[in-house]
Nanobody, 124 residues
Framework: QVQLVESGGGSVQAGGSLRLSCVAS????????MGWFRQPPGKEREVVAA????????YYSDSVKGRFTISRDNAKNTVYLQMNSLKPEDTAKYYC?????????????????WGQGTQVTVSS
């Protein structure tokens, strides 16, 4: 059974930092596509960042480029999202996903897994 478990969310003031973690189990982590999505209140879920865990190549949405960094540790089956210079508009529930078709590195199999999400709240 595949499980993705996120952690690291919380409340922070604008300009602060948080690091999200997503641990995958029951899933062939290395050589696959992992990503972070977020869903602000009342809005649709959107792609934030993605990483191909093989070569380590990455993608960022324009709204987070230069502030967020996605990385992975294949030995720990873990993907991270380092979030710096946080803004109130970054407030959202953040989700980890495996091989979602919206990710640039998706294999296109149509099989996607989601974590339960972790809340990030940035106050001004």
């Amino acid at each position: 059974q595949v499980q993705l478990v996120e952690s690291g969310g919380g409340s922070v003031q604008a300009g602060g930092s948080l690091r999200l973690s997503c641990v995958a189990s029951g899933y062939t982590f290395s050589g696959n596509c992992m990503g972070w999505f977020r869903q602000p209140p009342g809005k649709e879920r959107e792609v934030v960042a993605a990483i191909y865990t093989g070569a380590g190549t990455t993608y960022y949405s324009d709204s987070v480029k230069g502030r967020f960094t996605i990385s992975r540790d294949n030995a720990k089956n873990t993907v991270y999202l380092q979030m710096n210079s946080l803004k109130p508009e970054d407030t959202a529930k953040y989700y980890c996903a495996a091989d979602h078709p919206a990710l640039y590195c998706s294999s296109g199999t149509g099989v996607t897994y989601w974590g339960q999400g972790t809340q990030v709240t940035v106050s001004s």
